[in-house]
C-alpha cells in the first residue's frame, strides 16, 4: 500500500473489494440517481433510448473475463468498478487553468468548482484513470464527489452519512473511510487484504484502493489466499486490460 502524504488532516477514500463486487450496477444506478438530484445540473443523458445513446455517469462499472497465463485454472469474471480516486497529487488539479478543479486540504476530496470550470477537458486528458465526464448540457467537467453533500450533512441519520455508491452495495464491496488513519476500518482491511494502488507508475498516489480478487487453495479450506501481486498475476492482468478501456 501507498502511503499518503501528511500534509492533509484526512485522506477520505473508498475500498472496493474486487472479490466481492458482483457487477451488479447498484452503485452506478445510485450514483446517477443522487448526484442528478443533489449535484448542481443533473447528470444528464442524450439520446437515452437512441442508437447512440451517452450520458453522464461519475461512476462505471466494466467487466473483464480473466484468463490464466498458464493452462488448468478456470477463467473467472472480474468486474471493475471505476471512479475518481481522489489522488494525492491529482494530475487533473495541476493542469486545470482556471483552478477549478481542486483538492480539499482537510481531507483530501478532489472537487470542481462549476463557476469557475470552462469545460475545456484538460483534466479529462490529464487523468490517467478516465474518470472525468463532460457533462454535456451544461458544458462542465463533472466527477465523484464522495457524496461530500451526504457524508457532511447532520440532517440525515448517521448510517446514511457514507457515499451513496457504499450505502446500496448489496455485496459490501465498497467500503469508506479515512485512509490516513491506520486505525481506521478502511485502513485495516487494506492492510489484511493487500489492498493496491491503480496503476502505481503513473506516480498519482491515488487515495482509492482496490483488494484483489481471491482464489482458493483447497475445497476445504475456510479461508481464501490472495492473489500474488506479481507482473505476472492479477495485477498484471488488470494493467493490461485497463489498456482496453
Not at 439520446?47 to 455517469?57: I, R, W
Not at 471512479?83 to 497529487?89: I, M
Not at 457524496?147 to 465498497?174: F, K, L, S, T, Y
Not at 492492510?191 to 494502488?197: E, N, P, S
Request: proline share 9%; charged share 20%; with cysteine.
Amino acid at each position: 500500500m501507498t502511503s499518503l502524504p501528511a500534509s492533509t488532516e484526512r485522506s477520505l477514500g473508498l475500498v472496493i473489494d474486487l472479490d466481492t463486487c458482483v457487477g451488479c450496477h447498484a452503485c452506478v444506478v445510485s450514483c446517477k440517481e443522487w448526484n442528478t438530484a443533489n449535484y448542481g445540473a443533473p447528470l444528464s443523458d442524450q439520446d437515452a433510448y437512441g442508437a447512440h445513446p451517452s450520458g453522464t455517469f461519475l461512476n462505471r462499472v466494466h467487466s473483464f473475463e480473466a484468463v490464466p497465463e498458464t493452462g488448468g485454472e478456470v477463467p473467472r469474471v472480474v468486474h471493475f468498478p471505476r471512479s475518481c480516486l481522489h489522488c494525492a497529487d491529482a494530475p487533473c488539479v495541476t493542469v486545470c487553468p482556471t483552478g477549478a478543479s481542486y483538492k480539499r486540504a482537510e481531507d483530501g476530496i478532489v472537487l470542481v468548482n462549476e463557476a469557475d470550470c470552462i469545460g475545456c477537458g484538460l483534466c479529462a486528458w490529464a487523468c490517467p484513470y478516465g474518470a472525468r465526464e463532460l457533462e454535456l448540457a451544461a458544458g462542465v467537467m463533472k466527477k465523484c464527489t464522495l457524496c461530500v453533500d451526504r457524508i457532511e450533512n447532520p440532517n440525515i441519520p448517521e448510517i446514511d452519512r457514507q457515499p451513496a455508491c457504499v450505502r446500496a452495495c448489496p455485496a459490501g464491496a465498497r467500503h469508506f473511510g479515512d485512509l490516513a488513519d491506520p486505525e481506521s476500518p478502511a485502513a485495516k482491511l487494506v492492510a489484511a487484504r493487500g489492498g493496491f494502488d491503480l496503476m502505481p507508475e503513473q506516480g498519482t498516489r491515488p487515495v482509492n484502493k482496490y483488494l484483489p480478487p481471491r482464489e482458493p487453495v483447497d475445497l476445504l479450506a475456510p479461508l481464501l489466499d490472495p492473489l500474488p501481486q506479481s507482473a505476472g498475476g492479477f495485477l498484471g492482468w488488470l494493467d493490461r486490460a485497463l489498456d482496453r478501456i
